[in-house]
């Protein structure tokens, strides 16, 4: 009678076991349909040669009552689990609200800018990361923000499949105080980014190259007049501005996807604007998160190439986050060892011109960054 006990018990948790592994089975081969889909549907041209987008969805598509394959079919982000992490379904079920207005106007090129990507085949990052707790310090030539690595060197389960961020889109101006106009005029870009790059120390001749990102992008001409972008960056040669946003407004982010095709989302949580643009991305091994405010570089008319840097005194992200395939989410106010927290300096570098400040506690500290324009950039210009 034992032993039959035995066998029954062995038996319900063979069951058990087999039926776990069919749903876990189930739910693989279900992710990668929809995976299939995303690669398969952002068929839709644009005025650039290579770059697509999604068809735009029927009149009254909910995204947050769609489906998984609605979802992919056009191309709006994946929908987190609301139980394993509520803070970003909160924040993506917000943002799918308010995306009523599908931009389908003409992608362009931003004076000054799109040479800023990583070399070929480059995925450096400096060697300085410090072995002790804490997360690494170091100055960069035009980039300022906190950089998540890992030690992937080809894509794989621990490698960054998404990140995300709201923006509170900044006024930009002249420094005060303006000695001069360089080139063409003065650039920020606030943006996420998947596999953007460094040299191979954090020092202030330390060039920042872009990866796979979305953001916005403020432009000051030197006359003073101001112009905000949404934008969508991958790989040479495209470098997009995509619709106007203005400054005080929401805007969110989101950058996804894997080894050989990702997406990147834009949207204006206040004009209720947006578009998705999916990415054929050979060779990106997801080793770096990153939530950056930088200045484009290496093509500018300054000494080093960096284009100059206008005064925004502050920019504000809220809501950030990454995740890995394993599913492990990660958070700008990180503290550990692999984290890098950059510091962008002028020129010279000898003058911090931009800063973040970056904490754990709460949920602000997770979640948020403030960073500051500071130095010659928010008084003087620096002028070359």
């Not at 697509?52 to 909910?62: D, I, L, V």
Request: hydrophobic fraction near 35%; charged fraction near 15%; glycine fraction near 12%.
């Amino acid at each position: 009678m034992k032993n039959q006990s035995k066998f029954a018990k062995l038996a319900i948790l063979l069951l058990m076991g087999s039926l776990l592994l069919s749903v876990s089975t189930l739910a693989k081969a279900e992710s990668d349909a929809v995976r299939a889909i995303y690669a398969s549907a952002g068929n839709i041209p644009t005025n650039r040669a290579g770059i697509h987008t999604y068809a735009e969805p029927p009149k009254g598509f909910n995204p947050v009552a769609a489906t998984d394959e609605e979802l992919a079919s056009y191309g709006f982000p994946p929908r987190p689990d609301k139980q394993a992490n509520p803070d970003h379904y909160a924040l993506w079920e917000r943002a799918m609200r308010a995306a009523r207005i599908r931009w389908n106007g003409e992608i362009k090129s931003l004076p000054g800018h799109g040479h800023g990507m990583s070399p070929t085949g480059g995925s450096s990052l400096p060697e300085t990361v410090q072995s002790n707790a804490g997360p690494a310090q170091g100055q960069t030539l035009n980039a300022s923000g906190v950089m998540l690595t890992n030690k992937q060197t080809k894509w794989g389960k621990g490698s960054f499949t998404d990140i995300y961020t709201e923006i509170s889109v900044p006024v930009a101006e002249l420094a005060f105080d303006n000695s001069g106009c360089a080139g063409e005029g003065y650039y920020q870009v606030n943006a996420v980014a998947i596999d953007g790059s460094l040299g191979t120390s954090l020092s202030p001749d330390s060039a920042y190259y872009s990866g796979l990102e979305g953001g916005v992008i403020e432009a000051v001409n030197c006359e003073g007049s101001a112009a905000y972008y949404a934008y969508a960056a991958w790989g040479d040669p495209f470098s997009g501005i995509e619709f106007t946003v203005n400054p005080g407004d929401s805007f969110y982010t989101e950058v996804y996807g894997g080894a050989t095709e990702a997406s990147v989302f834009i949207e204006d949580m206040t004009t209720l604007t947006y578009n998705t643009y999916p990415v054929s991305t050979p060779g990106i091994v997801g080793h770096t998160a990153s939530w950056l405010v930088y200045r484009p570089c290496c093509d500018g008319p300054n000494p080093d190439g960096a284009w100059p840097l206008p005064n925004v005194i502050s920019t504000f992200f809220d809501y950030g986050a990454a995740k890995n395939g394993n599913g492990a989410i990660f958070y700008p106010g990180s503290q550990a060892s692999s984290t890098l927290i950059l510091t962008m300096m002028d020129d010279g570098g000898d003058q911090e011109i931009e800063i973040v400040n970056q904490g754990s506690g709460g949920y602000e500290g997770e979640h948020a960054l403030y960073f500051q324009t500071v130095g010659c950039a928010y008084a003087g210009g620096c002028t070359p």
